[in-house]
């Protein structure tokens, strides 16, 4: 993928992170209004947070995949799961990897708000346990529990963008 689709990602990433910090900040995105955890952003949305994503770049014409993995640091009780995007050239997407900023056993990283690239050092740490074929956009995840809860988040955050 060319530096400037990666400049350009990159961009739209950052746009709908921010959309999504200032609608938590007005109260828009809060848990009167929804039943997911886009209230707590970006701690333990991951996955909401990157199907949201995957609509709003789908739509810019950038197709992406989510993945989900899990770190077992001890393989008792700190276990992290996580979910990003790829695009088919491999590029990462992540507009939550922040949430693990103070967890000692990621010290190591610069874990950024709004990562797109191509390191996979942070994520490698991850044991895959799903990787999706296609997005087929938002309306196919997740069933009732996203129609009620997610689906109307995205017309909220696309508010704090245009």
Known sequence: MSATNI???RRLAQAFREGIEKAVESGDISSRTTKSTMSYFPKGCCEVASDLL???LLEK?????????????????NKFPHTWLE???GVIIDITADQFVGEKVFEE???QPCYVGADREFYSL??????????RGLRNCGG?????????LYMVILSYIF
């Open 54 to 56: 995957a609509q709003f």
């Open 109 to 111: 990283f610069s874990l």
């Open 126 to 135: 991850f044991q895959e346990n799903h990787r999706e074929e296609v997005f």
């Open 61 to 77: 014409g950038t197709h992406t995949k989510s993945v989900h993995g899990e770190y077992d640091f001890d393989d008792w009780e």
């Open 7 to 9: 400049t350009e990602i």
């Open 144 to 152: 009732e529990f996203y129609r009620r809860n997610v689906d109307p």
């Open 87 to 89: 695009t088919d050239g």
